[in-house]
Every structure is written in structure tokens, then in C-alpha cells.
């Protein structure tokens, strides 16, 4: 009667054992590279979804004013400006968490240096200061500004326009609003971001106060 296994049956269990467990090691690094992968994208989105509500809360509140500048001849000038990576405007915070009032604000999007190791693409630098004179908008001096910086997950762009099909990089028209302003990405088809402005109110002439 044959007792127990030959060298060969052992060495053939033992292969066949170790082939089991590197094919159950390979499914389990998988399984937890797949895991990790999804909360990275769910870490971006909630970073991106919490950026760009930041930024719509204020532009939402925007004022469209409007002063002369004398030393432009007296032309109006829209207190608005904007590029791809900066954009700076009034508006109106309702009085909380801040005190209520108008306050210049500036949005930088600030790419991250190539040197370090941080693993964000970048940041968004909200600043705001709050602004009596409105002939103060964008002037160096006067009350310092507070900064916040919210992370990034990709390079983000600003885009301007009057119709969310005509979009630009950059803001020209000195005497006017844009009706849109967006946040792109070059890896999206669509804004991540894109947000209609308070329009101007109509002007007043005596033909209308009449019929009022």
C-alpha cells in the first residue's frame, strides 16, 4: 500500500500553489489600484466642484458698475477685467460670514511650479478687499487685500464672451461687462465652469421716468 507523496507530487502542489497565490496577489493589486484610482477622481471632482462654486458664488453677486475716467477723456470705464489666468471685479457680499458691503475682488489661477512635488496642478487665489470709492478699483494703493488659495485639479483657464459659444481668452472691451464668464480645461469639451453676469440696468431717460 503506497504512504504519502513523492518529491515530484510535492514540487507539482507546491508550483500550483504559488501560481494560485500570484494570480490572487495580481486580482487583489488590481482591485485596490482600481480603488485608489476612483478616489483620486472623486477627490478632483469634489475639489473642482468646491473651486468653481466658490467662484460663481462671487461672480453671481457681481456689480456691473461703471465710473468716468477723467484721465481717459471721460470715457466710461467697466469696473471689470479679465484674462485667462486672472479676472478682477465688484461685488456685493450680503453681510455674512463677512461684513456687509462692496468689496474688489480678484481671482488668479496660479499654475503649479514644475520643481516641487506637490501633486496639485495648481491653485486658485481669491482676494478680496472692501472698497468705499469705486475710483479706488484696482489702484495699488489703499486697504490690503485677504487671499484664500483653493487646490486645483488640472490647468484651468478663464474665458469671456456674450454667448457661451463665443468664448475668449481675454476681455477688451473696457466700457462693458462680458454676459459670460467660464472656467475651461484643455482635457474637456465643455466648461467646467460657466456663469450668466448681472446685467447693467437699463438707463433712465426722460421718456421712460414719463411713462413711469
Known sequence: MRR???????????????????????????????QERLETVRTERDTLIATSGA?????????????????????????????????????????YPSRAGLYEYRLELIAQDDDTDNAEAGVLRLSRRPIADLANFSAATGTAFQSW???????????YGSSPSRLQPDWTDASGFPHYVAMVSETADLPVMLTRLPRQAPARTPDTEASQ
Open 4 to 34: 504519502g507523496f513523492t518529491l515530484a507530487e510535492l514540487l507539482i502542489a507546491l508550483a500550483l500553489t504559488a501560481l494560485a497565490i500570484a494570480i490572487m496577489s495580481e486580482g487583489v493589486r488590481r482591485t485596490i489600484d482600481f
Open 55 to 95: 467662484i460663481h458664488s462671487r461672480i453671481e453677486h457681481l456689480v456691473p458698475a461703471i465710473r468716468t475716467d477723467q484721465d481717459e477723456g471721460g470715457s466710461p470705464q467697466a469696473l471689470f477685467s479679465g484674462d485667462s489666468t486672472s479676472m478682477a471685479f465688484i461685488a456685493a457680499d450680503p453681510g
Open 149 to 159: 488659495d483653493l487646490p486645483l485639479p488640472g490647468e484651468l483657464a478663464f474665458r
